[in-house]
């Protein structure tokens, strides 16, 4: 092994889960918990590098990533194509994975499986050895995937309905209020635009009964003409009611995400949408996207084929990577299939990592999501900018952030201090702190 070689060779890799502040924001399974865990990925090369990376911070990840970060030590940061293998060797099927009916409340992404939690997990190391190798050669991450094809990357604001604070007083307080109407959506959207430059928007639905999601969106319609408008569910219709909302909002709605779950009836919806199939709605198709029944490698064959989605929104946390983003990418080309990108709860590291993935994407056409804007605490040193609603894709070497050792200390006190009880993301826990009878509504809920 040559000196160079050696150099990347990793020699120490470092966990740090943290707790990370997040709003009351509500979604149709309850609300956000007052904090969020996300795990900090720290690798450190033979020659001194360090790259970071980011995921899930839940129990059932920390379980998968102990034993992965060990193994780790002494492989090089370029060996990525090794990832995969070495983490079904050492992994195993963690408890976390529930079963085929669990769905993974966290992630809103569909079933949770033992295949899917390592995807989540040795993505957060494939951003780090990325980020190691880049510091190291002096590129930055997104010439590792082969070169920009943008210099900046849109991204939409992401609102949702909300309370003005959690119950009981927990958490942090911020000054946004409440949004549980048409004019507080509206107001919402409005502080999004003048503070971040956003000129596109994605409501969070399946909270309130389907005609009031549907006068929120004709409220922002009005409100931002011409603007590209989302609405996303989280599979909480029916097929009826997802074809309801689709002849009310057809001329309005740039796509809708996940009206129902499942591929079956995302298939259902999307035949009736384009005339081929019972109960057609009339007038142009309305895409249907995903971030739910299109989650691997192994759901796109049956999803294409049926022509259930014509959007995938890819999230790097849980298809394994960046490099998994670009194959996603040429595979939804290949099909004719439209390419964004989701967003869960995460801090800086991440956006760095999505903004980087998202410049190599040729044919990335709509606007990305993102929680950032919502976060008000980092593991950064400085923060990263929403300029006119886009995010600068930096030329520095690796993922061109450093990390704030000062306040990951802080956050990952916190999760320390925590009794257990915030550790896994749950947001029906949260919700019967206002409402004790709550439990996660079956779907279709309307």
């Not at 997104?142 to 009981?168: I, M, Q, S």
């Not at 922002?220 to 909480?236: S, T």
């Not at 869960?344 to 999505?354: D, R, Y």
């Amino acid at each position: 092994m040559t000196d160079r070689e050696n150099a990347l060779a990793l020699a120490e890799v470092r966990l740090t889960p943290v707790l990370v502040a997040d709003p009351p924001l509500l979604n149709t399974q309850g609300v956000h918990q007052p904090y969020t865990p996300r795990l900090i990925i720290e690798v450190v090369t033979e020659g001194g590098v360090t790259g970071l990376g980011e995921t899930y911070g839940d129990a059932g990840y920390l379980e998968l990533a102990k034993p992965l970060a060990v193994s780790l030590l002494g492989r090089s940061v370029t060996d990525l194509n090794g990832l995969p293998a070495l983490a079904a060797e050492v992994c195993g099927d963690p408890a976390a994975a529930n079963g085929p009916d669990a769905v993974d409340v966290g992630g809103l992404r569909g079933v949770r499986t033992a295949d899917k939690l390592r995807l989540s997990v040795l993505s957060g190391f494939e951003v780090a050895c990325l980020d190691a190798w880049g510091k190291a050669v002096g590129l930055p991450v997104h010439a590792l995937l082969g070169g920009k094809v943008r210099d900046t990357v849109e991204y939409g604001a992401y609102l949702f309905y909300r309370w003005a604070a959690h119950p009981g007083g927990r958490g942090e307080r911020d000054d946004w209020g409440a949004a549980l109407d048409p004019a507080g959506v509206v107001a919402q959207a409005r502080r999004f635009a003048d503070t971040y430059g956003f000129t596109s928007f994605k409501l969070k639905g399946g909270v309130f009964e389907p005609a009031q999601e549907v006068a929120a969106i004709k409220a922002l319609a009005e409100a931002f003409p011409g603007r590209p408008l989302r609405l996303d569910p989280n599979g909480a219709w029916s097929v009826p009611t997802a074809l309801a909302v689709a002849q009310e909002l057809g001329d309005v709605l740039e796509y809708l995400e996940d009206p129902v779950s499942g591929t079956a009836r995302m298939a259902e919806v999307a035949a009736a949408l384009s005339g081929t199939g019972p109960g057609g709605v009339p007038g142009a198709r309305l895409p249907l996207a995903t971030n739910m029944c299109v989650t691997t490698f192994g759901e796109i064959a049956e999803a294409f084929t049926r022509d259930a989605v014509q959007i995938v929104l890819s999230d790097h946390h849980y298809w394994g990577g960046l490099r998994a983003t670009r194959e996603l990418a040429a595979v939804c080309a290949a099909f004719g299939v439209g390419v964004a990108m989701h967003s869960n709860t995460h801090l800086g590291i991440s956006l760095a990592a999505m903004t980087q993935v998202a410049a190599t994407l040729p044919g990335l056409r709509y606007a990305c999501d993102s929680h950032y804007p919502w976060q008000t605490e980092d593991v950064l040193t400085e923060r990263l900018a929403f300029h006119d609603g886009r995010v600068a894709v930096g030329d520095a070497p690796g993922l061109g952030v450093e990390l704030d050792r000062d306040r990951l200390a802080v956050l990952h006190r916190r999760w320390l201090a925590d009794d257990g009880t915030l550790r896994d993301r749950d947001d029906a826990a949260a919700m019967r702190r206002a409402d004790p009878g709550w439990t996660a509504p079956a779907v279709p809920r309307w």
